[in-house]
C-alpha cells in the first residue's frame, strides 16, 4: 500500500494530475510519511526475519516474484530512507496527532542501531546514543507521571508517546490492536467491565520469571498482575488461571470513563504507543552502558 501511494503520488504524476502547488506541498509530505510507513515496515521484518522480499515503488504488485535481500543490504536501504526522511517530515510540534515526524524518524534510527550489530556485523551503538539525545534534547516530550495513564482510552493525550498506532472504538475497529491487547489478557475471576469491554478471551498471561522480577522486588511497585484465583506457575497453556494476568492496557479513561464503544462490542480507544519517550531512555541507557559510559546509563535507567 506504501508503494502504491509513493508511486501515485510522484512528481510527474502531480503535475500531469492539475493539482495546486499548495495540495502538490502536501501530497509531497504524505509521501514522505509513507515512505517513514514503508522503513518501518521493512524495519520489522529485517528484525524478525532477516532476508526478506523486497519490492519498493516501482515493482508492479504480481507482476513477478519478489527477490530475497540479505538482512544487511536491508538495514543500509532502511538507514538510507530514514536519514534522507529525517529534515523532510514535520517537526513533532507541527505534526498532527498519530502521524508521523522527525522525532519518529530519529526514533526509529536509534532503533535501528542499537541492534546493528546483530543485523551487519558492525556496532553503532555511538549513533543509537546521537539518535536518541535529538529526540530527547527536543523537550518535545515528557515522562508521564503515572505509568498507567501511558495505556488507557485517553492515552493520545499522554506527553510520553512519539509515534502511535491509533485506535478508535468507533472508527478503526479491529479485533487485532490493543483490542486484542486487552481482551485476551482477561479471564478467570477478572470482570470485563473493569477494564472497559464486554468480553474476556482467556489467552495472554506472564510466566513465573516475569512476575518474579516484580512482586518479589522492593525496587518498583509498578507491575499490575492480576493474582486473584490466579497460580503463578503455569502447566497447562489453555487454562487461563495458571499464569498471573497482566492486564496492562484498558478502554477507560484517567477519570474511569469507558471507551466510546463499550456497550455492543470490545472495539477500544487505546493507541498503542509504538514509540515512546521511555523507550528512547532506555536505548541510551544500553547505548551508553555498552560504550563504557556507565555513569550516564545508570541516570536514564533510573529515570
Known amino acids: 500500500m506504501c508503494n502504491e501511494f509513493i508511486w501515485q503520488s510522484r512528481d510527474e504524476k502531480l503535475a500531469e494530475r492539475g493539482f495546486s502547488d499548495s495540495d502538490i506541498a502536501t501530497i509531497r509530505t504524505y509521501r514522505n510519511e509513507a515512505r517513514f510507513l514503508r522503513a518501518l515496515s521493512y524495519y520489522h521484518a529485517m528484525d524478525l526475519f532477516g532476508n526478506v522480499p523486497f519490492v519498493d515503488e516501482n515493482d508492479r504488485v504480481g507482476a513477478f516474484q519478489p527477490p530475497q535481500i540479505q538482512r544487511a543490504d536491508l538495514f543500509q536501504y532502511i538507514e538510507g530512507e530514514l536519514l534522507d526522511l529525517s529534515p523532510k517530515l514535520l517537526t513533532a510540534g507541527a505534526a498532527p496527532y498519530g502521524r508521523a515526524s522527525q522525532t519518529a524518524v530519529q526514533s526509529l534510527l536509534a532503533k535501528l542501531y542499537l541492534n546493528a550489530e546483530v543485523y551487519t556485523g558492525t556496532a553503532r551503538y555511538n549513533e543509537c546514543a546521537t539518535y536518541c539525545e535529538k529526540v530527547i534534547n527536543s523537550n518535545n516530550f515528557q515522562l508521564d507521571d503515572v505509568y498507567q495513564d501511558v495505556f488507557l482510552a485517553d492515552n493520545n493525550t499522554s506527553p510520553e508517546i512519539i509515534f502511535p498506532i491509533v485506535y478508535d472504538g468507533l472508527y ?132
Not at 213 to 234: A, C, H, L, N, P
Not at 271 to 282: E, G, K
Open 172 to 303: 478503526s475497529q479491529t479485533w487485532g490492536g490493543t483490542t486484542f491487547m486487552i481482551c485476551s489478557a482477561l479471564g478467570g475471576s477478572m470482570v470485563a467491565a473493569d477494564y472497559g469491554v464486554n468480553g474476556k478471551w482467556a489467552g495472554n498471561r506472564a510466566k513465573p520469571q516475569l512476575v518474579q522480577k516484580f512482586v518479589d522486588s522492593t525496587e518498583d511497585s509498578r507491575w499490575m498482575f492480576y493474582t486473584t484465583g490466579q497460580q503463578i506457575d503455569i502447566t497447562s497453556m489453555s487454562t487461563f488461571t495458571q499464569g498471573y494476568a497482566n492486564p496492562k492496557y484498558k478502554n477507560k479513561t484517567k477519570d474511569g470513563l469507558n471507551g466510546s464503544n463499550n456497550a455492543t462490542s470490545a472495539h477500544v480507544d487505546v493507541d498503542f504507543p509504538m514509540f515512546r519517550l521511555a523507550d528512547v531512555f532506555l536505548m541510551y541507557a544500553e547505548a551508553k552502558f555498552r560504550t563504557g559510559d556507565e555513569a550516564t546509563a545508570l541516570t536514564y535507567m533510573n529515570k
